[in-house]
């Protein structure tokens, strides 16, 4: 079954999820991502969002990060004041699950500016709940589209940290969180290496070759010994998926992006 | 005990020129028509508060009502970009906006801080973020029992804010459900609140334990039906997902917006109901 | 996941000797019949938390299972003493109980703080008095931005937290109602969970923003009708103020109190419904 | 009509919270008083408990500080946790209603021990939410029947804070309230001097001797220069007490102390 490089990029942050997982999820792609999941292989996954749901399971994407049905079809529904200060910062979530505008070789995040901070080029949107995801879950999955704009040798703004320096930095500056563990794009899958917790190649999708991935890197990237290449998505798979996007842009005039 | 007022009066009254206004609404119940008001009644050098600015807040800011914004994610959800946001802090249109912001659980931290009548509150975050750098908001303080290192934040005391709900009695206590965001913590920290409400009904008839503001922490109650569109009131209507979308359009270009917002907003002799003008609005963008 | 359990097994696997542990519920919901089970099971060297004592812990103290007591109020509300506290403090019997205390507003920051991951909290108390003279839990902290000092509480982070709710759903899921005390505040501070319940259903159905505990945050869910009895469950059945009063009388001597401990809670062979045994009771005091 | 002393207390203290005002009550006395206030001349009057409800108008006295029908008669019951951060100390309070052990002629209440702490000759239950009351609420009201044991030279212990050592001590020591207003007994009511802030008899109850009360302080006693005979409890008032009493044993089996 044909599919495409967008596809193949959420269905594999999807497979991601154990079943039974605590997810905070972001908008966009990981909410994409983590809600084939729930409809696919996870049924048991909890998806809580910032906006207050804890336990959501929309049968729509939801457009923005607090959308009525994600609390209709929620176990309950917290304020944001207690989703971010019992749930989150509390040590509740298995899995953090985050989009970016940039990442740099250690994982870590800009989604605030392009350019310098008081005179940006671009004003991205900022900091959100990333940050204390990115800083107190488990474990953090981010997704994005891989270019040679979002993949960066250096940040122009750390707005969220995913390894630092590299190498026990997290632990050296008291997060308690796990960190980053994949970052899923639509050329391949990356993981930190085990010691340095620079982002490596350990995925690639079908189809797609190593120099097009390497273009697309703003860094010199290591690639691992045991490269494999990413299973193609299932006819289920995209079967659920084009299935909640057709529900989604019917339900909104359009998919969310 | 809060008064039952029109809109037009409750801002006039309780919104000044250079008051620290926070609109609250986390995509549920962002009060559109009360921001509106403010808008039609030209405030000036607002400092605006608010965790996302969302579409309400791009309104003001590119109407002019404001000169400093603190908030925490300032996209159009779901869309992209916050384009006159965007314009007034790439390009100082219409006015050179200042802006202080923090993440989201830091803004939650600064509201409940000043709900609880504290100096700051307390965090882990921003350890190793650029945030501290561009915000002295953001201080660390130390443990005395641990020692260890955690962010302290400011207390948020907004002279107003500014929430919609979706129902009131008629001595004024306000029913809030649904996804009830930061709406009881802006209100209890801020010295003056005014609720917009879908309807005003003899018994508010709460469910156990829910977001219920007391008349009594409340200046003033306004009728505004439709008041939170194009964002919703559950049990009312739902968000406008299609507006959100027209408005990533209409607010690409100056003379669009300042057209839109003439024919939409200021073109209206008071509050409306800007939900039901919808179908007008369609074709004017 | 929560694990439907017998009360037994439930108190039997997750309730050690030496344990702190945290049976909460403000007047509503109090845990008597997991207080019971505990009792029932000779647990030693607990350290008891809870803000109000009340009769369980009066009756835990009593029959000897604790050798520690974090508490703000040790009283019998409305009636008076605690016997068998006051005996434990004063005469030592039948254990020296090591005391610490904190007022309700402490404690409330102490089990917020372990709810929320932090090390400490902070809060406006405890200045002037003479508590922080006899409890080095309570220490002091500057402002970073204002300089004002402010009491620092260290967080509490019960190994188990046991409370008793109105109903359960088969997976696990639980919801209070009415007063709901700092329940949810002691759960998400403990390690471990145990939930006794009016009943379990096929679908909760919480009314919109309800206290709901998750499935995923609670070890084992416990059916136990009449479980907060002679406290009460609302939508269940009252407090029995006589009870209260009447516990009085039973705990004023050792010998009486242990003869009905022995009758009531130590001769059922498993959790029982205590209260449809009141009847009986009131022959044995 | 024929009173108590007991009654004359509760109606005092009663008729020194004005209508709309809100007011934070403590169990017991205060209880009594605040609910025969709000029955009387301040049908506005705004109860919160410590407990959660906020609003509450029970038909009958509460025995313990969270009785069900709190609850029930409620605008709304929040967490014991939000009563104490966002209503108490966040200042939404007007007026403290407190009872108390002993109290000394700055209105310091213990309620801790009699006797030294470690080695107590009477463990009395504590803190509860006093301290707090008395530090954060606008002004504090305390009412306690007047003997030799309970009004003393010195505490054994300060469980919370009136006026300390006198004079602008609140201020000095930061706390944000403005302390106690009038102390409500059996034979009178005592407010604190405007400067130095000690108990002074304003008004005595009527048949009352100052010898009395003068032997039931353990200070030696200031008077004011122009004290009042407190105005005798009202057929309404006593009749509405009593039947509120009666209400209250026929539910409980007693009246709560």
Redesign the interface.
Same mark, same amino acid.
């Given at each position: 079954m044909h599919y495409s490089a967008d596809e193949i990029m959420t269905v594999s942050a999807a497979r991601m999820l154990r079943n039974?997982a605590?997810c905070f999820v972001g908008?966009?792609l990981p909410s994409k991502a983590a809600n084939l999941a729930r409809l696919t292989h996870a049924p048991e996954l909890?998806l809580i969002y910032?906006?207050?749901?804890?336990?959501a399971k929309p049968s729509v994407l939801?457009?923005?990060?607090?959308?009525?049905e994600?609390?209709?079809t929620a176990?309950? =529904? #917290?304020?944001?004041?207690e989703i971010?200060?019992?749930w989150?910062?509390? &040590?509740?979530i298995d899995v953090g699950f985050l989009g970016a505008a940039q990442i740099d070789r250690f994982a870590n995040i800009n989604t605030?500016v392009i350019g310098d901070?008081d005179?940006? =080029? #671009?004003?991205?949107?900022?900091?959100?709940?990333?940050?204390?995801i990115a &800083?107190?879950a488990g474990e953090v999955f981010i997704v994005l589209r891989q270019t040679q704009k979002t993949f960066v040798e250096r940040l122009d703004?750390?707005?969220?940290?995913g390894h630092?320096e590299g190498g026990d930095?997290?632990k050296r500056?008291?997060?308690?969180g796990g960190g980053p563990a994949a970052v899923i794009t639509d050329l391949g899958i990356l993981r930190p290496h085990p010691t340095s917790k620079e982002l490596t190649l350990t995925n690639i999708h079908p189809g797609v070759a190593i120099d097009q991935v390497r273009a697309m890197t703003g860094w010199s990237l290591s690639f691992s010994s045991s490269l494999e290449i990413t299973p193609a998505p299932t006819t289920e798979e995209l079967a659920v998926l084009r299935d909640l996007e057709q529900r989604t842009a019917t339900?909104?005039?359009?998919a969310?992006? | 005990m809060a008064r039952i007022l029109p809109l037009a009066d409750a801002v006039s009254e309780l919104v000044q020129d250079g008051d620290q206004v926070a609109c609250e609404g986390f995509t549920h119940l962002i009060p559109f028509a009360a921001g509106h008001e403010i808008i039609r009644q030209e405030r000036k050098n607002l400092t605006l508060v608010r965790m996302t600015p969302d579409l309400i807040y791009d309104q003001m800011i590119g109407m002019g009502v404001a000169n400093k914004l603190l908030f925490s994610w300032g996209g159009n959800p779901g869309v992209g970009s916050l384009h006159r946001l965007r314009d007034a802090i790439e390009r100082q249109w219409p006015t050179n906006l200042a802006v202080e912001e923090l993440s989201h659980a830091g803004m939650v931290q600064a509201y409940m801080a000043g709900a609880a009548g504290l100096p700051f509150g307390t965090m882990r975050g921003f350890t190793g973020t650029d945030l501290p750098k561009v915000n002295a908001r953001i201080k660390s303080i130390t443990c005395p029992f641990t020692g260890e290192n955690l962010a302290a934040i400011p207390a948020i005391r907004p002279d107003v804010a500014v929430i919609h709900a979706q129902k009131a009695d008629r001595t004024g206590n306000v029913l809030i459900w649904g996804i009830i965001g930061v709406q009881k913590e802006a209100a209890l920290a801020s010295k003056r609140v005014i609720v917009t409400v879908e309807e005003i009904v003899d018994r508010l008839e709460p469910p156990p334990n829910a977001c219920v503001l007391p008349s009594w922490v409340v200046s003033a109650v306004c009728l505004a039906p439709g008041g939170a569109y194009p964002s919703y009131a559950q049990g009312y209507y739902d968000r406008d997902n299609r507006f959100y979308q027209l408005w990533d359009k209409i607010s690409r270009s100056r003379e669009q917006f300042l057209h839109w917002m003439k024919v939409n907003v200021l073109a209206a002799s008071g509050p409306v109901n800007f939900r039901e003008k919808f179908s007008n609005m369609e074709r004017v963008a």
């Open positions: 039974g605590v908008i966009g909890v910032e906006s207050g749901p804890i336990g939801p457009l923005s990060i607090g959308d009525g994600l609390c209709t176990d309950t =529904t #917290v304020s944001t004041a971010f200060t019992f989150l910062q509390g &040590g509740k605030t901070y005179r940006p =080029t #671009v004003r991205l949107p900022g900091a959100g709940g990333a940050p204390e &800083g107190s703004f750390v707005t969220s940290v630092g930095y997290r500056i008291g997060l308690l339900a909104h005039g359009a969310p992006v | -």
